[in-house]
């Protein structure tokens, strides 16, 4: 067993652990104004000892948020913290989404509060990357340009090292200049990234992608151009590519889990996606930690400048898929999974 290989995070300017734990799954079922936001059960020993696992497995990059479990996760990253000297692990936290008082979460005094809150959790004095986690600035914005200002400032007094801000599924710079279906988002997240100037982004990348064409800046060439720092989440599907090899009837999502309201998983999705994997299941195994192979490793094949941050909810499930790290694909298994996965394959 040896330990994770590292990657420099551009923006960060900071080598991290090429795969991240991401503790959203850890922080259990929660709804927010009724909606649920969270994720099944979560045991709290089994999770910290899955933290524990990563961290002796090598992991140096911990992605939480203070809305995940409304503070359980920062609070267990606090416990894993005072088993580590704080510089040894990169930390990385979110405000924006919290909906706990009347102000607005991006109001200035409730952003000030929130991250107050965030520091005392998980017991630290700085964070090495805080997230703009929602793109809701209020009525006409009203708070994008203090909410701006607010990171610029913690960032310059060295509260925090680098501004974190989520980019679309989607995206290609050219398409602001079209009048197609993404048009107006793209538009709207670079209005707001000029705006927010951030060092990293966070964005949705897995084996269902869409494929870019060579003229197209995707978020991983925008990031490269602009000296972003780039973090990869939903590499498994939020589950969903790996348990395409059971019966994908089976699986019932509580209330509190998020996946209960999401379309991508009432059982007739799940069974699309069941027959679209099916022939890389027969190719390359059936098995959570087969699939975990090609998500992890197609993932990083495609950004190879990326940290991944991945869910868990105990040391097995971050065991499988750091072990994916030992397994890597060549260029023609990128080839034959474009190939069946997506109408247009090509080799970048
Ligand atoms: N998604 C976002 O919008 C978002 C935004 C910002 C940051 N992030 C960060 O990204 C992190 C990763 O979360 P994600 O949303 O991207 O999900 P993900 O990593 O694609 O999926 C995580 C889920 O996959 C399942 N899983 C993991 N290992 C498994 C194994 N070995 N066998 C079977 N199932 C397994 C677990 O769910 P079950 O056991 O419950 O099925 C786990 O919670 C988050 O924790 C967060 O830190 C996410």
Redesign the pocket.
Known sequence: MSLLPRRHLSGLNADVSVIGA????IGGPVTNRGTPIG??DVDPDAAFAGLVHALERGVTLY??ADVYGLGHSERLLGRLLRLVPRQDLTISS?VGYFAGTARHAYHPAQMRAQLATTLDNVGTDHLDIYFLHSSDFGPDDRYLLDAADLMQTWRAQGVIHAVGM?APHRFAEEWAATDGPQAAETRRWLHLYDQVRPDVV?T?Y?LLSPLYADHETDIFRFARRNGLGVLI???????LL??AGSDPDQRQYSIGDHRRADPTFTPDSRRQLHARLAPLRDRYGHS??NM?RLCVQYALHHAPDAAI?????NA???D??LAALDHPLHADDITQIRAVLHDNPYID
């Open positions: 991401g503790c959203w799954t994720w099944d992605d939480t979110k989520r966070t949705r897995n989440k939903q590499v498994l599907g939020q589950g790996l348990q959570p930690a975990a941050l991945v869910g868990f909810r097995e499930q971050i499988t898929v």
